[in-house]
């Protein structure tokens, strides 16, 4: 089993930032990838990127892409997600999730799931 547990989210005006964390606990992190996921009210699960093992290989959706940077520290069993020019509709709940092995752009390919954290970007 993998723990998963996000941090960070909150309110933000639009333009601004926001870096969220998600601390793996369990297993041997470096044999995880990683995916950041979103979901709005009313909404379906969206993916917003994923990492490799080592963060030697990133992937971002293009609604996200050039704003939004993710990252892992292995020492430190945590993976990043760092927003920056925030928009309104970047308003969701951020989700972690772990995979063991390759990345993965879809979220049924993932194990294990963080609880969440909000995020709100005001206009």
């Known amino acids: 089993q993998v723990q998963l547990v996000e941090s960070g989210g909150g309110l933000v005006q639009a333009g601004g930032s926001l870096r969220l964390s998600c601390v793996a606990s369990?297993?041997?992190?470096?044999?995880?990838?990683m995916g950041w996921f979103r979901q709005a009210p009313g909404k379906e699960r969206d993916i917003v990127g994923t990492?490799?093992?080592?963060?030697?290989?990133?992937y971002y959706a293009d609604s996200v892409k050039g704003r939004f940077t993710i990252s892992r520290d292995n020492a430190k069993n945590t993976v990043y997600l760092q927003m920056n020019s925030l928009k309104p509709e970047d308003t969701a709940v951020y989700y972690c999730?772990?995979?063991?092995?390759?990345?993965?752009?879809?979220?049924?390919?993932?194990?294990?799931w963080g609880q969440g954290t909000q995020v709100t970007v005001s206009s």
């Open positions: 999730a772990a995979r063991y092995g390759d990345t993965y752009w879809y979220s049924g390919g993932y194990d294990y």
């Open positions: 369990g297993r041997t992190f470096s044999n995880y990838a």
């Open positions: 990492i490799n093992w080592n963060g030697g290989s990133t």
